[in-house]
């Protein structure tokens, strides 16, 4: 059930409603918008009669939900979230770039890279200090000793630190030194994961599965709100389909399905999708085209030497050249958007 408030409803009636919700056993979650505040009602496990809250002061009407999500919707929230990271931002009107190593490998090859980023004008640098990989045998990350060089990154630069957290005890530690954490592809439905990530003060990037479904992937933000962390962005990354020409497959359909369904922030990982350095210039700005809200890329200062990811990371060079066409290409779109 959604509660909508009038428009001149006050905070006091706002707070009327969630005691008459919480008195019920469920939990409210009062999203305020900019013309109205809206009151999503979750924990409950069959309809609820909505003249339980329409004569209620302050209450425009009651609405039952008839979608298989909540929190994410349009209808809990009608305009765009933009998800506050410091004094940078997820989903405004500036095109957010995240780049930085597949892995945070040495202290060297972290600045080299940041120092790059930093310059082409990104706000955020991404690096993993836990890996997911394919073979055991692969390089893992540093694990805590990458998250100390991660902090002196945005320490030295002003970026913003984004980066990967496995499991849940990795996540206690990617809390205290990023200022965002990274669910990958593989743990989009680790509920246990999605549910501690929803505890956390810091915003959450959400990439979609390998083979996820819209329907999943936003299905997995819902289990991040539902435990009171709306700061979520949706990152779609590539799925596996037959095709072997690229690691994965750009969904870029998938930006616009999900902007007309959620409300939540979406960004593009051409270099997950690409899997080929060649490739990510052009997804990049297909991204940038179908109206990502960022995007999120892989840049080595030695991409041969790479211990991750080495065939897909950008040179420093083509990450410059990349901010300059994604940035006036985003210039010419974002006014066009708006109007
Ligand atoms: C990554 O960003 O380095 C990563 C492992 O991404 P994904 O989860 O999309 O594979
Ligand atoms: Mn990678």
Not at 80 to 106: M, N, Q, R, W, Y
Not at 160 to 168: C, G
Not at 248 to 262: E, H, Q
Not at 274 to 301: M, Q, R, S, T, W
Request: net charge neutral; with cysteine.
């Amino acid at each position: 059930m959604f509660v909508v408030m009038k428009a001149d409803a006050n905070a006091r009636q706002v707070e009327g409603v969630i005691q008459v919700v919480n008195e019920m056993g469920l939990c409210a979650h009062a999203l305020p918008g900019a013309k109205r505040t809206v009151i999503g009602i979750t924990g409950n496990h069959s309809p609820l009669d909505p003249s339980r809250f329409d004569r209620l002061p302050g209450v425009e009407e009651a609405i039952q939900v008839t979608k298989p999500y909540k929190l994410i919707s349009l209808e809990m929230r009608s305009e765009k979230t933009v998800v506050p990271v410091g004094d940078a931002s997820i989903g405004g009107d500036e095109l957010a770039v995240i780049a930085g190593p597949c892995a945070v490998e040495t202290r060297e090859q972290t600045f080299a890279v940041a120092e790059a980023v930093w310059r082409g004008g990104a706000r955020f640098f991404r690096g993993g200090a836990y890996k997911p990989r394919s073979s055991p045998y692969a390089f893992q990350g540093l694990g805590e000793d990458g998250l100390k060089i991660l902090a002196e990154v945005r320490e030295r630069y002003g970026l913003k630190i984004v980066t990967e957290a496995l499991d849940e005890h990795g996540l206690d530690l990617v809390e205290r030194y990023a200022d965002v954490i990274q669910i990958g592809a593989r743990n989009m439905q680790n509920f246990s994961l999605l549910r501690r990530a929803g505890r956390s003060h810091l915003p959450v990037i959400l990439k979609r599965g390998l083979s996820a479904t819209l329907e999943e992937w936003l299905l997995a933000a819902e289990y991040i709100m539902l435990e009171g962390n709306y700061n979520v962005v949706l990152c779609e990354r590539g799925i596996r389909t037959f095709s072997d020409h690229t690691r994965n497959t750009l969904d870029v359909a998938a930006v616009p399905a999900v902007r007309r369904l959620s409300h939540l922030p979406v960004i593009i990982d051409p270099s997950h999708a690409a899997g080929h350095n060649y490739l990510v210039l052009p997804l990049a700005k297909a991204g940038v085209a179908v109206g990502a809200d960022g995007l999120i890329v892989e840049v080595h200062n030695s991409p041969r030497q790479a211990l991750c990811d080495g065939a897909q990371a950008l040179t420093l060079e083509q990450f410059g050249r990349m901010m300059s066409e994604v940035r006036a290409m985003h210039g010419v779109l974002e006014p066009l958007a708006a109007a």
